[in-house]
């Protein structure tokens, strides 16, 4: 009985542990997002229902620019967006995941031009 106890209380002190951990010691595979990944084309088929809405989107970085705006471009497979960012852009080729508000910008000739704008990690 005694060692069942002392096994109960180190899984719960491990628990403890590992849940107030600060996340910055953390690897990042290992805590979940906030968001469940969002389809590019989802969000672009209907941006008027995601403006404003926070959001997570994971893909292949096709472009970026740091010349004063931080933007690149991320391609799913089902569509590209642009991503707005405070801190330092990925590299082209690199496959990311991001968080983030949605904003559409403008709407030109039946095509929305929407953002997300990054949250700080």
């Known amino acids: 009985m005694k060692k069942l106890v002392i096994i109960f209380l180190a899984g719960f002190v491990a628990w403890f542990i590992y849940i107030f951990l600060p996340s910055k010691l953390k690897k990042p595979e290992t805590y979940l997002t906030q968001f469940k990944v969002t389809h590019i084309c989802v969000i672009l088929k209907s941006p008027k229902q995601y403006n ?61 031009v929407v953002l997300v704008e990054e949250t700080a990690s």
């Open 52 to 112: 404003g809405q926070m959001v997570s989107i994971e893909g292949k970085v096709i472009r970026s620019i740091s010349i004063g705006l931080k933007v690149y471009e991320i391609d799913d497979g089902t569509g590209k967006i642009f991503v707005r960012s405070d801190s330092a852009v990925p590299l082209e080729g690199q496959t990311i995941k991001v968080e983030g508000r949605v904003n559409q910008v403008f709407k030109l000739f039946e095509k929305h």
